[in-house]
């Protein structure tokens, strides 16, 4: 099977308030609401047919003829979930495992709540806070306590994502500073943890950890595996690119002061399992946190870089530092290729004849970025109505973009360009 289905969060004030917007007061707004905020997870499910149905090409879009024919049929959407908190949630997620799909999402600060969509059962994961100043706390006692406070109480779940295969989950954490000061920078934490078995609440420390700090990370983006279920009855597990190992993971960290993206990609590790009396030996990919390997950073200046992640090719759109909108204007659509995976060799190192003792640089691609170019009147459109939904498939290399007030959706395809 392949899960088709529709996620999305809502907030709103747990009384309601007409005069107010809450969404002015989400979580990426860091602004403290006056009032108590409720937050609600919704999934809902719609099958293939019933679009096929209301897309029939016999009966123009908008005219009475469409109308009628829609109000016909069955309800297309289903609700097959709707989870409220008073706790933000975040990292809204759907996965398959065992044939069977899953709805998974963040609760802020600390917990990750998979739900089984089709049992209802639901599982939970509190990630334990980390210490990794313990021995700072002895030497500067006079903080000890604040740190040690404030560790329990702020260290938060920025991102995750879900490896059923391995039973495991990717959680990227923000450690806040342990002495202040105008430099002092969180420290993050990339941490694997065992998924809670099923329909069990559990509090764990990670198995796996990798740290990163000097630097303000406001945002993390990664990249889906899209590794192919076997009970697909589609004809993608056929592909021979369904027959090799499984992509690597991006995962892209917006940053700001300077604004920039640092990108690192995560390989899965190979592994086999030798034959035993009644077995075969097997081939098995892994996807582990020591093969995590930095590809590229740069600075943005007074641009933000927002980032559709690929394993291999990112879609990459740029606004204004200073644009607050929720539709900002776009200013440059840019493709990017990561490194270590483009098809073509890289520039022979560059050496410097003014130096004594003369060192190989590290091979850097010369073209990982890409600008795309949009047609004019619709370049035009997005920079001054603003964009309001863009994907990407990196597969196909087509892009689809929406800009605010317009109910057309373009489709681009880049497939040529993004080979360059």
Not at 266 to 294: C, D, K, R
Not at 397 to 413: K, Y
Request: glycine content about 2%; some cysteine; overall charge negative.
């Amino acid at each position: 099977m392949r899960v088709r289905g529709v996620l999305f969060f809502r907030v709103y004030f747990a009384h309601p308030l007409f005069s107010i917007d809450p969404s002015d007061y989400s979580p990426a707004t860091e602004i403290d609401s006056p009032f108590p905020l409720q937050y609600e997870c919704v999934c809902l499910h719609i099958s293939l047919e019933s679009l096929e149905l209301l897309s029939d090409p016999s009966f123009p879009p908008g005219s009475a003829q469409f109308r009628e024919h829609a109000e016909s049929q069955p309800p297309p959407f289903r609700e097959l979930a709707r989870i409220r908190s008073s706790d933000p949630l975040d990292s809204l997620t759907l996965v398959e495992h065992t044939g069977l799909p899953f709805l998974a999402f963040v609760q802020k600060p600390n917990k990750i709540v998979i739900k089984d969509l089709t049992h209802d059962a639901i599982s939970t994961l509190k990630c334990e806070p980390y210490e990794p100043m313990a021995d700072l706390v002895h030497i500067c006692f006079i903080f000890a306590y604040s740190f040690t406070h404030r560790e329990s109480q702020e260290q938060t779940i920025c991102r995750m994502h879900i490896f059923p295969e391995q039973h495991q989950i990717l959680v990227i954490r923000s450690v806040p500073p342990p002495l202040p000061g105008p430099d002092a920078t969180p420290v993050y934490l990339f941490e694997m943890y065992d998924t809670p078995d099923y329909g069990k609440i559990i509090s764990s420390q990670a198995v796996d950890r990798y740290t990163m700090d000097n630097r303000h990370i406001v945002e993390f983006y990664i990249s889906d595996a899209n590794l192919v279920n076997h009970n697909d009855e589609s004809i993608q597990p056929t592909l021979h690119a369904a027959q090799g190992p499984p992509p690597p993971i991006s995962i892209f960290c917006r940053t700001i002061e300077p604004n920039g993206l640092h990108h690192f990609i995560l390989w899965p590790q190979h592994f086999y399992v030798p034959a035993g009396i009644t077995s075969v030996e097997t081939s098995l990919y892994f996807y582990t946190l020591s093969n995590m390997i930095s590809q590229s950073r740069h600075d943005s200046d007074d641009v933000i870089c927002c980032v559709l992640p690929g394993s291999s090719r990112s879609l990459i759109y740029t606004i204004s530092a200073d644009d607050r909108r929720a539709t900002p204007s776009l200013i440059e659509l840019r493709r990017y290729v990561s490194p270590e995976t483009q098809p073509f060799e890289y520039p022979e190192p560059q050496k410097e004849d003014t130096s004594d003792i003369m060192k190989e640089r590290k091979r850097v691609p010369f073209n990982i970025y890409s600008t795309l170019e949009l047609p004019r009147n619709l370049a035009k459109t997005l920079r001054n109505h603003g964009i309001t939904a863009v994907a990407w498939d990196e597969g196909l290399g087509r892009v689809c973009i929406a800009a605010s007030e317009d109910s057309t959706i373009h489709i681009l395809d880049f497939s040529q360009v993004s080979k360059l």
